[in-house]
């Protein structure tokens, strides 16, 4: 059973997520315990920093005449309707 100050923590993590509609928690230092689940690994974050990264990367490939602000705007455009496409897609079967 774990000590009742980590779980009045964990519940006013959780009520801090669920109040501003966030999925990473901030988290607080750890007070003398395993650094183990603090370490880097898969999350939401690093989804959307790839997502974002390939899609600034398509707005500099992308000259079309269009200054970059346009080309930003297109390319966040066309890569949010492709990804939503993916979804409605995978939502049908």
Do not use: C, K, Y
Request: aromatic content about 6%; proline content about 9%.
């Amino acid at each position: 059973r774990m000590p009742e100050w980590t779980r009045r923590l964990t519940r006013e993590l959780d009520t801090f997520a669920e109040q501003n509609a966030t999925t990473t928690l901030p988290v607080p230092i750890a007070l003398n315990q395993p650094p183990e689940p603090l370490r880097l690994g898969p999350s939401d974050d690093a989804e959307w920093a790839a997502f974002a990264a390939r899609t600034v990367l398509a707005a500099a490939d992308d000259a079309d005449g269009l200054s970059p602000g346009h080309r930003m705007r297109d390319a966040v455009d066309r890569a949010w309707n492709a990804l939503a496409a993916t979804v409605a897609e995978a939502g049908a079967r």
